[in-house]
């Protein structure tokens, strides 16, 4: 089934990118219908126009509360007709308010192994750390920060003389690829909830628990295309 998708982001727009492209090659059955993002001249909005996609900013500062806020991102996003949200680079917390009008439908990417280093800081947490795999995690979104059920997540290496840039480029790439994985399966109602449990589950089950896919360790496994 066709998933009607918004965008919300706050930065340059690398997975909205990836997400687009995966629509493009025929690998994500999504209809984006609204890139929304909270910060005037982000790069975001000239991706979006360049992929033919509607886009609007919503200064975040221009309303008196962010519940206030919320209720009017969720308004303008059901106005768009879309079904499903991806958070991509969104750097704020959403709301009951703005969750509430999409069960179980709303989605983020976060740089970092959840529930490690959760938060706007994640890849750099990590890096001094010390910690030898880092990594990204697709989860849904609930109430607190970076803690809603993981979807799909991936792991690279950390070596003694990774910087943040040289650490960070790596950690993209595998967003770019498990982001529109994850959406493909909500777009084939592939995905539930485990009764009693956090967990997420995958229905049929990925060819794969876990596998390493060109040197990254990805679980589930991802499928073609991807």
Request: charged share 20%; aromatic share 6%.
């Amino acid at each position: 089934m066709t998933i009607k998708l918004a965008v919300l982001a706050s930065g340059s727009g690398t997975n909205f990118e990836a997400i687009a492209q995966a629509v493009q090659r025929g690998v994500l059955d999504a209809d984006i219908r609204l890139v929304l993002c909270n910060r005037p001249g982000a790069g975001v909005l000239e991706r979006a126009r360049s992929f033919g996609v509607p886009a609007i900013v919503m200064d975040h500062t221009e309303w008196s509360s962010r519940s206030a806020y919320d209720h009017a991102a969720a308004e303008a996003v059901l106005a768009s007709g879309a079904d499903t949200v991806a958070l991509a680079g969104y750097m704020r917390m959403l709301t009951p308010d703005f969750l509430r009008a999409f069960p179980h439908r709303v989605l983020n990417i976060h740089p970092a192994i959840l529930p490690s280093f959760p938060g706007v800081h994640g890849m750099p947490d990590a890096l001094a750390w010390g910690v030898k795999l880092s990594g990204c995690t697709v989860h849904f979104v609930d109430e607190a920060m970076d803690h809603g059920s993981v979807i799909i997540q991936a792991a690279v290496r950390v070596s003694a003389e990774d910087t943040e840039e040289t650490l960070a480029a790596r950690v993209h790439e595998q967003e770019h690829r498990i982001y529109p994985q994850a959406l493909q399966w909500l777009a084939e109602d592939r995905l539930f909830f485990v009764e009693n449990s956090r967990t997420v589950g995958l229905r049929p089950a990925s060819r794969a628990l876990a596998a390493v896919q060109g040197g990254v360790l990805i679980s589930p496994a991802l499928e073609a295309g991807f």
